[in-house]
């Protein structure tokens, strides 16, 4: 199997595993999306212990998300710590693909939409355009970043026989 197949596969995971979960993933990110939109249009209005304890908020929402998606990629895989070298140390170059994969996503959704395109926004549409912007990202963009880390975490630790294909476990 070639290693930028191997590489692809922690995406393709990631997407499914997204849809079929999707439910308590969108619920647990839309903490941060309403919080977001709130601080980002109104949040010079908001007293500072309220702005903090929302930080806190999602910070809290957050955690718990990436418990949950943890605890259901990961309950029915057999890991060890153990295979995280020889997976790096047998298939370092699709680790570098996947380094690059995660590089694209990050410019195309965070640099792209946040800085060039509200760059050529009015000046009066950009706070409402990054609002609604990270309504949208937390629960898309956020959370399946979430997911895709897990799925790398899952391919690294799992334990497979090298005869089974990647694919199958």
């Known amino acids: 199997m070639s290693e930028f197949r191997l590489a692809f596969e922690v995406p393709v995971w ?16 839309l903490v941060a999306s309403v ?16 702005a903090v304890a929302s ?41 570098v693909y996947q380094g690059l994969f995660l590089s694209v996503a990050f410019l195309v959704f965070d640099v792209v939409t946040e800085n060039v395109v ?3 926004l009015p000046e009066n549409a950009r706070s409402a355009y990054l609002g609604v912007l990270l309504f949208v990202k937390n629960p898309t963009v956020i959370a399946l970043t979430f997911v895709w880390w897990v799925g790398l ?6 334990e497979a026989p090298e005869s089974q294909p990647v694919s199958a476990r």
């Not at 919080?35 to 309220?50: D, I, K, T």
């Open 35 to 50: 919080q977001r939109l709130v601080v980002v249009n109104w949040g010079a209005h908001l007293p500072s212990p309220l």
């Open 153 to 158: 975490a899952r391919q690294l630790l799992r």
């Open 55 to 95: 930080e806190v908020l999602v910070m809290a929402a957050r955690v718990l998300l990436l418990v949950v998606i943890w605890r259901l990629a990961m309950r029915d895989t057999p890991w060890r710590w153990h295979n995280v070298s020889a997976f790096a140390r047998d298939h370092w170059p699709s680790l």
């Open 14 to 29: 990631s997407w499914r595993f997204y849809l079929r979960h999707l439910p308590v993933i969108v619920g647990l990110s």
């Open 118 to 120: 509200a760059g050529l």
